[in-house]
T-cell receptor, first 113, second 112 residues
Framework: NAGVTQTPKFQVLKTGQSMTLQCAQD?????MSWYRQDPGMGLRLIHY???????DQGEVPNGYNVSRSTTEDFPLRLLSAAPSQTSVYFC????????????FGPGTRLTVL | DQQVKQNSPSLSVQEGRISILNCDYT??????FLWYKKYPAEGPTFLIS?????DKNEDGRFTVFLNKSAKHLSLHIVPSQPGDSAVYFC???????????FGQGTTLQVKP
């Protein structure tokens, strides 16, 4: 199993550009989530999904969109990038919402100029 | 409002001694608590967890203690090893929502 994979590993955007961060898992996990990590702020939940077709907002959802059309994939979209979205983004998955031993991907480092 | 707080940004201990990392939470609906370990340029990895119906869980060198009345949990590492040097995140969840909320993290340095 590849586990949780994220692409790209690094990305530089200009303010106003859009992009999609990809996340995929091959463990047949129902629960997937996106976090951002910023210095002194820890990991903050952006959006999460408890299964295909179901998504919900986390702590810091503004500026981000998600969809979950398949169990395997959970892309994160930035519609109009802002410098405040410069961060490291982590995708995670687990068997179910009640099993929170989540498996994390290696992260995407995003810089918005 | 930070629902999970790790008030010590860093901790330095000598190899072989005990490391104690602390975490406080404010949401009384949290019913499951976890600790994650993170090395630079890697994703966090699960370390140990505890349900709110317990006050202690042990796994090898790692023990997590939960004090529900104080809304406080701690991670004890005994004995500490240089390979334990990493950032440790405390996390909490409400089972019915599935959301996992993290603290700010504590950087542990274990000196040889």
């Amino acid at each position: 199993n590849a586990g949780v994979t994220q692409t790209p590993k690094f990305q530089v955007l200009k303010t106003g550009q859009s992009m999609t961060l990809q996340c995929a898992q091959d463990m047949n996990h129902e629960y997937m989530s996106w976090y951002r990590q910023d210095p002194g702020m820890g990991l903050r939940l952006i959006h999460y999904s408890v299964g295909a077709g179901i998504t919900d907002q986390g702590e810091v959802p503004n500026g981000y969109n998600v969809s979950r059309s398949t169990t395997e994939d959970f892309p994160l979209r930035l519609l109009s990038a802002a410098p405040s979205q410069t961060s490291v983004y982590f995708c995670a998955s687990s068997y179910s919402p009640s099993n929170n031993e989540q498996f994390f991907g290696p992260g995407t480092r995003l810089t918005v100029l | 409002d930070q629902q999970v707080k790790q008030n010590s940004p860093s901790l330095s201990v000598q190899e072989g001694r005990i490391s104690i990392l602390n975490c406080d939470y404010t949401n009384s609906m949290f019913d499951y608590f976890l600790w994650y370990k993170k090395y630079p340029a890697e994703g966090p990895t699960f370390l140990i967890s505890i349900s709110s119906i317990k006050d202690k869980n042990e796994d090898g060198r790692f023990t997590v203690f939960l004090n529900k009345s104080a809304k406080h949990l701690s991670l004890h590492i005994v004995p500490s090893q240089p390979g334990d040097s990493a950032v440790y995140f405390c996390a909490a969840s409400e089972t019915n929502t599935g959301k996992l909320i993290f603290g700010q993290g504590t950087t542990l340095q274990v000196k040889p």
